[in-house]
């Protein structure tokens, strides 16, 4: 059974500083790994969704790495500000043919002005 | 555009009550999921559809949930009777494709008393 963990589950740093979320996962065997954001009261929010054959994807300050035969991802933020707090969470999705995706508790994050 | 638009956003109701949460998809995504957040267990996948069909039920916790979809824009999560445990948030999602972000809808917050 697939068990996707984020560590640290809270981490709070100055503005400004650049950080790296954690995600790892026990089966290699995935599609896609996909990284989304929850504010309070809200949804998720989908960030970067890297496909199974590729290494990273960029969106803006968002950069998500993906090492399949290590079972680890990373989400870097560049240059944070207070608006990217929020609970990051990254999801894997099991393989072709099942749209199933399996969370992590995700990492609360906060940004101090 | 719309995002996935579900009703209500709150309920409180008594247990052993029937409860029906709602579900409008983004217009053309053919996939539905439904998932239930808890702090204790993070966010599970209860159930999805594809093409209005239901592929994979296996994470409905038992025989008082049921979900239907009718038609590709609307789908019904419905827990009779309910207990003070399946309170919790629930949340709708669609997608355009298996290798497509899912997108989230704000959730509905269920308070069984």
């Known amino acids: ?113 | 555009d719309a995002g996935v638009i579900q009703s209500p956003r709150h309920e409180v109701t008594e247990m052993g009550q029937e409860v029906t949460l709602r579900c409008k998809p983004i217009s053309g995504h053919n996939s539905l999921f439904w998932y239930r957040q808890t702090m204790m267990r993070g966010l599970e996948l209860l159930i999805y559809f594809n093409n209005n069909v239901p592929i994979d039920d296996s994470g409905m916790p038992e025989d008082r949930f049921s979900a239907k979809m009718p038609n590709a824009s609307f789908s019904t999560l419905k827990i009779q009777p309910s207990e003070p445990r399946d309170s919790a948030v629930y949340f709708c999602a669609s997608s355009g494709g298996q290798n497509q972000p899912q997108h989230f809808g704000d959730g509905t917050r269920l308070s069984i008393l």
């Open chain 1, 1 to 113: 059974k697939q068990e996707v963990t984020q560590i640290p589950a809270a981490l709070s740093v100055p503005e400004g500083e650049n950080l790296v979320l954690n995600c790892s996962f026990t089966d290699s065997a995935i599609y896609n790994l996909q990284w989304f954001r929850q504010d309070p009261g809200k949804g998720l929010t989908s960030l970067l969704l890297i496909q199974s054959s590729q290494r990273e994807q960029t969106s803006g300050r968002l950069n998500a790495s993906l090492d399949k035969s290590s079972g680890r991802s990373t989400l870097y933020i560049a240059a944070s500000q207070p608006g990217d707090s929020a609970t990051y969470l990254c999801a894997v999705q099991r393989g072709a043919g099942s749209y199933q995706l399996t969370f992590g508790k995700g990492t609360k994050l906060s940004v101090i002005p």
